[in-house]
């Protein structure tokens, strides 16, 4: 009983030793991650406002639990505490993290840019110009609603444009198009661009081309993923979507995540293994990454799309991440977890679902 009891005890002291150890590298790797991301953003087009700790903590409060979420006052450069004591914790994280290659795809988000901010603030300040009440209670009200809730509506004919909910914008769009018949939607599209994406007068793209293309940026992203990572310290991560395989382990490493063994040979994507199936070129690979084989193309759309725009050119190829060139690969599903609480027991194990391999 005294040997148990000795042994519980130092099991309980290193674990705890473990913990303080992961937790001073999550705090060093937090600031990073959180300084760099927000650094990306600007650089992609994003505007300050949405970079605040205040805007993050009132986003990040809608997808946590209580148990988990941190406090508005909190700057997110630390590391939420573990939620119960005595190492019970065990926490998964799930993202799907919109493969680079896949994007832009013409998503309706939320309107962030800075040139969508520059915009409303002109507007604004011109309207309390004429100082009237009813100047005076329309920028009240587009200002209670907040930058990123509205979006600007050309006028038609007659009609002059004014500012409208996102929501009743994405709403007036899925109605139109619903139900429409395939030879009519083309015409509708375009009508509804005019309305509401229509390009500038000095030729460049509309309201939510822009603010597309600044949220979607891949670094800032992958960055924002790496960042919320150290906040969270999940002890098991699970990414789908996953087109930047070896940018993320290498990254996850560095804070002590696996995803294989130790002994592991350097990763090589699923197009350049030996194996006839799908299934014998997933089992060629000691690392836990599963990624999509296009039998008929012979790569996931994810790639095809992304090695199509690079040979394309402009900068809507493969994105440098961290100051550093990765080749395109194909997007999948990925599991990494912490070794200083979990280990891998033998190699990763692939399970093919019964079914036509072009997955």
Known sequence: KHVAQTAETSAAAALELGEEEAMTKYAQATTNYKDEAKQAMLRDGIDRLFLEDSHWAQVWS????????????????APIPASFDGGCNLRVLQWNLLAEGLVPEGFLMPL???????????????????????DIQAVARLTSQGHRSIVWRKGVGEASGAWEDFATMACEMASAMKGLAPELKEARGKELKEIYNADREDGSAGQLTINEQAIVGCEHRLLRVLWMITVTQPDIIAFQELDNFEFMKEELGKIGYACGRQDAAEYVPIKDRSGETYGERLA?????????????????????????????????????????????????????????????????EFYVLPGPEDI
Not at 116 to 122: C, E, I, K, L, Y
Not at 123 to 129: A, D, F, G
Not at 301 to 321: D, I
């Open 112 to 134: 962030v840019s800075r040139n969508h901010v520059a915009s409303v603030d002109r507007y604004l300040s011109e309207r309390l110009k004429g100082g009237d009440l009813q």
């Open 284 to 348: 060629a690979s000691p690392w836990a990454f599963a990624p999509k084989w296009g039998k008929k193309r012979g790569m996931s759309t994810s790639r095809f799309f992304l090695e199509k725009r690079t040979k394309a050119g402009g900068p809507a190829g493969k994105a440098r991440l961290r100051d550093k060139e990765y080749s395109i690969d194909d997007d999948g599903q990925a599991i990494f977890w912490r070794q200083d609480r979990l280990r891998i027991v033998g190699s990763p």
């Open 62 to 77: 809608k997808h946590f639990e209580r148990t988990v979420a941190l406090d508005p006052s909190l700057p997110y450069d």
